[in-house]
C-alpha cells in the first residue's frame, strides 16, 4: 500500500490527475488526510447526532442510492416522509384537520432550511392579508431574540424581511414576552420564541409569548403568528417535560421547525419544517413538478438529495418507539445532571444553563488569571472539543462553555471530562503563578498566523480575554 507510487508524491489538491489509481490506495490517502480531525465522539461543541444503529447505517448507505427528488419513482421512499410529517405533527400535538387532511409538512436538510421555508411562508401569508386589506407591503419585519442562530439573519437577508431583534442580558440569556412586545406592530411577519437556545440550551416561554401575542392581535386587529424553532428541543420536550405548553397546542403557534439530526438521533442532513393546518402554508409556494413521468408537490429550497436520512429518520420512530426516545432522552438528561454537579463542585465556575435540555453551559466566576477560551485550548490537548463563546447582543460580557450530552455521552465519559477538566484547571493555576498565561497566548497566535493553529470555536478572534471577544454581528455557526 505504502509503497505504491501515488504515496511518494503529493495528494492532487487544484488540478484533478491525468491517471487513475488502486480504490484501495485512493482511500488510503483520504484516510490519512482526514485521520488529524477531531474525534466526532469528543466533540461537545456540536449538536449533531454521532452514533446510530447498524441496522440503521445499512438502510441509510442503501437509501444513498436513490435521489429521493423522484418521488414516482421511489414512492415508498416517499411514503415514508409522509409517515415522518404525520408523526411528527402528532408529537407536536396538531389539531386534527377538515377531512382528515394530512398536515402540511416537508423533509429538509437541516433546521436551517425549515426555517428559511417557515419565513417564507409568513411572509407570503401576511403580505396577502395585507393585500386583501387594501394595506401596504413593503416593509415586513420578523420578531426575535438576539440569540438566534445565523440562518434566521440569512432568511431575513435572503427573503428581504427586517430583521427586529431584541436584546438579552447576562441574566437572562433568552427573548422574553416584555422583550418582544415592544417590537411588534402591523408590519410583523411572526414571533419566533426558540425551544432551545444555542447559547445555554433554555427554553423560551412559548405559552407567555404566545399569550403576549394573542393579546396584540386582538387589540389591534392583527395576525401576527408564532413559529416555534425546536431545532434542539422539539425531539426532547415531548418526552422530558410533556406538560409544558409549546407547540401546537397554542392556538396561534402557526409553524414549528425540528431538527432530525440533533436530537431527532439522525446522522447529519435531516430537518422538518410542519404547519398547523393547510391555509398556514400558502398554496402558492407549492410546486407541482412534472418531472420523470408524475406529478410531485415540492416545497423546497433543493432539489435532489438522497433518501437516506428519512429513512433513518423513519428506522428511528418505528425502532425507538417514544418509549425508547423518552429512556434516550432522560438518560441525557440524568448524566447532564450528573456532569453539571461535577462541574459545580469545583468550586470555579457558575453554571448558567437552566437544565431544560441535556446539556451544561458554565462560566468562571473569576477570569481575571485565565479564560474560558484558555480552557478550550488546552483542552484540546486531550481531544476535547469545547466551544467558549461571548453570549449575544445585550449580554456580550459573558463568556461561557457549553457541553452537548449527547445519547454516546455516557456517565463514565462524563468523569473522564471532569478529569480532564480539573488537570487542565491545576495547569493554569500554575502558569498563572509564574505570569506565564501570556506566553500561552503568544504561542497561540504564532500557530494561528503561521497556519499550524486553529482558530478558536466562537471565539471569531486571534486574541483572548474580555477584552477581546467577538464581534457582536457575528452569529452561531458550526457548533449548532
Excluded at 386587529?221 to 434542539?232: K, R
Aim: aromatic share 8%; net charge negative; hydrophobic share 40%.
Amino acid at each position: 500500500m505504502y509503497g505504491t507510487n501515488a504515496m511518494t508524491h503529493r495528494a492532487p489538491k487544484d488540478v484533478m490527475p491525468d491517471g487513475s489509481m488502486d480504490p484501495k490506495v485512493a482511500k488510503q490517502l483520504i484516510s490519512d488526510h482526514l485521520s488529524l480531525d477531531g474525534n466526532p465522539k469528543l466533540n461537545m461543541a456540536s449538536f449533531v447526532t454521532t452514533f446510530m444503529d447498524q441496522e440503521a447505517e445499512e438502510l441509510m448507505i442503501a437509501g444513498m442510492r436513490k435521489n429521493f427528488i423522484d418521488l414516482d419513482e421511489y414512492e415508498q421512499t416517499a411514503d415514508l416522509q409522509n409517515r415522518c410529517v404525520a408523526m411528527i405533527a402528532n408529537l407536536f400535538n396538531a389539531p386534527a384537520t377538515e377531512g382528515g387532511v394530512p398536515h402540511p409538512g416537508t423533509g429538509t436538510i437541516g433546521s436551517s432550511e425549515a426555517i428559511m421555508l417557515c419565513v417564507l411562508a409568513m411572509k407570503w401569508r401576511w403580505r396577502k392579508l395585507r393585500q386583501e386589506r387594501g394595506l401596504p407591503t413593503d416593509k415586513p419585519n420578523i420578531v426575535f431574540g438576539s440569540n438566534v442562530q445565523v440562518c434566521w439573519h440569512k432568511a431575513c437577508r435572503y427573503f428581504e424581511v427586517e430583521a427586529l431583534e431584541a436584546d438579552v442580558s447576562p441574566d437572562c440569556l433568552v427573548l422574553t414576552a416584555d422583550r418582544a412586545k415592544a417590537f411588534i406592530d402591523e408590519n410583523t411577519i411572526g414571533v419566533c420564541p426558540i425551544l432551545g437556545s444555542t447559547f445555554n440550551g433554555e427554553f423560551e416561554d412559548v405559552k407567555a409569548i404566545h399569550d403576549m401575542v394573542v393579546e396584540l392581535n386582538e387589540k389591534n386587529g392583527w395576525a401576527v403568528p408564532i413559529h416555534v424553532d425546536a431545532a434542539s428541543g422539539g425531539f426532547i420536550a415531548p418526552f422530558t417535560d410533556p406538560d409544558l405548553l409549546w407547540d401546537f397546542r397554542l392556538p396561534n403557534v402557526k409553524s414549528i421547525n425540528v431538527s432530525g439530526h440533533k436530537f431527532g438521533l439522525v446522522y447529519a442532513g435531516i430537518g422538518w419544517a410542519v404547519w398547523r393546518e393547510p391555509q398556514d402554508l400558502p398554496e402558492e409556494l407549492v410546486f407541482h413538478v412534472n418531472y420523470l413521468g408524475g406529478d410531485q408537490a415540492s416545497f423546497t429550497l433543493n432539489f435532489s438529495k438522497g433518501a437516506s436520512t428519512i429513512i433513518g429518520q423513519y428506522y428511528n420512530f418505528i425502532r425507538l418507539g417514544k418509549a425508547g426516545y423518552r429512556q434516550v432522552m432522560q438518560s441525557g438528561m440524568h448524566n447532564a445532571d450528573y456532569l453539571r454537579r461535577q462541574i459545580a463542585a469545583m468550586g470555579i465556575f457558575d453554571i448558567v444553563d437552566k437544565a431544560h435540555m441535556p446539556l451544561v453551559a458554565f462560566a468562571l466566576k473569576d477570569a481575571s488569571k485565565y479564560t474560558v477560551f484558555d480552557i478550550q485550548d488546552r483542552m484540546k490537548h486531550q481531544g476535547w472539543i469545547i466551544p467558549a463563546y461571548t453570549c449575544s447582543k445585550g449580554a456580550e460580557g459573558l463568556t461561557i462553555m457549553r457541553v452537548v450530552v449527547k445519547q454516546n455521552f455516557s456517565h463514565e465519559f462524563a468523569d473522564m471530562l471532569v478529569h480532564h477538566l480539573k488537570q487542565t484547571i491545576t495547569f493554569l493555576e500554575n502558569m498563572a503563578e509564574q505570569n506565564l498565561i501570556s506566553h500561552l497566548h503568544e504561542i497561540h497566535e504564532v500557530q494561528v498566523k503561521s497556519g499550524a493553529g486553529k482558530k478558536l470555536l466562537h471565539s471569531h478572534s486571534s486574541k483572548y480575554g474580555p477584552q477581546h471577544h467577538r464581534s457582536t454581528a457575528d452569529r452561531t455557526h458550526g457548533v449548532c
